[in-house]
């Protein structure tokens, strides 16, 4: 049984635009990630060693005339002055409790309505873009800690 958003995003005036979605964390890990995962994705075994973090959101977003209904963002957010980052960090802290590797904003309306198999479909695409970088060989680069260096793949 896949997630879906919450009905209180939908009642109207004054309804949150931005929920956290830890419903979606748990089904994405056991379906695609964990060893024993339903669609053992191993292309995003990787992100086992990664903090994920997925919310909803009801705000339309389009680029080049394009619906966007999913989008993966590292975190923390670079391209930004200092008290914009400090102030994104304390917003994804107070959701999440910790600044995540990466972010998926999924949108709560395209959810709310899609069949079964193009939420599956945009859940994993979104995941695709949860990358690990790559050394000068094309091999998987980590940091010294140990933990992959992780970065966002294209299309």
Not at 11 to 32: K, N, R
Not at 66 to 77: D, S, Y
Not at 114 to 134: I, P
Request: charge should be negative; aromatic fraction near 10%.
């Amino acid at each position: 049984m896949r997630p879906h958003p919450p009905p209180s995003m939908f009642e109207g005036y004054g309804s949150p635009s931005f929920v956290p979605a830890p419903d979606v964390l748990q089904w994405a890990i056991d379906t695609f990630i964990d060893d024993d995962a339903t669609l053992l994705n191993e292309e995003h075994a990787h992100l086992r060693h990664a903090q994920l973090a997925f919310m909803w959101t009801t705000v339309g977003n389009s680029r080049a005339g394009h619906r966007i209904v999913g989008q993966c963002e590292i975190m923390p957010p670079m391209a930004m002055g200092k008290w914009q980052k400090a102030r994104a960090e304390q917003q994804i802290e107070e959701w999440f409790g910790a600044v995540p590797d990466f972010l998926i904003t999924l949108d709560a309306s395209y959810a709310a309505q899609c069949d079964d198999m193009n939420f599956l479909s945009l859940v994993d695409h979104e995941l695709y873009h949860a990358g690990q970088e790559r050394d000068l060989f094309g091999g998987p680069k980590f940091r010294k800690s140990g933990k992959p260096a992780f970065a966002l793949r294209g299309h």
